[in-house]
């Protein structure tokens, strides 16, 4: 007997994505008008750490449509050819926002280098009160965000963007505070490479976790090999292969396997169990093929290509019978 079930539940996120668009856009007026203001200010006072801000306040708010469209495109119904819809346009937007991260933390790496070795004279009172009012925007906008769903990968580049910027405002007020009391003006380029440590551990953490949902690698916490022992454990089932763990887009796991069960055994309730299974793994979109085997895979010391498929993927879950 062979049955296959698709056993998923619709997730209705139209809630969260109404909220993630408010807060998203409320970020995103106060980090595009400060922006504005402080172009002007970073060429008055001839400083490369207020440019570099504004510049990374740009991407911010990149980083924000960007995430803003990918909600509305992720928010569409599954139809033709797109059977998941456009949910990983979250994840192609939080590989784009990691990208631009690492690509501007090497242009400022290589423009605070240059100042370091010819620093410009710098306007210090400028700086500081441009990059403490800079702070105050910068913590609005990333409480505003912090309100959204951080567990999406989307947003959560959006709020990197955002952090980081904080992080350069205040190394910058530390820097113009430097150079009005001792006329330091290298720490001007000192704290824009502070800066491009902090956007370089974030844009790589970014494009790293969201490359491993573009390769339909497990999601973080969850072990296919541990899954796998576990699925052949319950009671009737003599082998589990095929099997694959997978993120549909952030905190959408899915699994799906082909399963043996002992000819006795009733295939759909030990489908059953297995579902009860893996949703205490938090998986619940799950595709599960399950037969009967055959009765060469039921002896014992049966030779190792006696198996159901003739090129299973991955490892071969087991027990004696």
Known sequence: MSTHDEHGHSHSHDL???ADRRWLSVALALIGGFMAVEVVIGVIAQ???LISDAAHMLTDAASIVLALIA????ARPARGHYTYGLKRAEILSAQANGLSLVLLAGWLGYESVRRLLDPPEVHG??????????VAVNIAAAWAISKANRTSL???GAFQHILNDLYAFVATAIAGLIMVFTGFDRADGIATLVVVALMLKAGLGLLRDSGRVLLEAAPAGLQPEAIGDQLVGVPGVVEVHDLHVWAITSGQPAL????LVDPGRDCHAVRGQLENLLHQHQISHTTLQVDHARGDLLTVGRQPDAQHCAD???RVHTKAV
Do not use: K, P, Q
């Open 154 to 156: 989307n947003v959560e």
């Open 16 to 18: 969260s994505a109404d």
């Open 312 to 314: 299973a993927h991955g």
């Open 71 to 74: 909600i509305r495109l992720a």
């Open 47 to 49: 400083s490369l750490a």
């Open 256 to 259: 799906s396997a082909h399963v």
């Open 125 to 134: 009172w400028l700086v500081v009160v441009t990059a403490l009012t800079g």
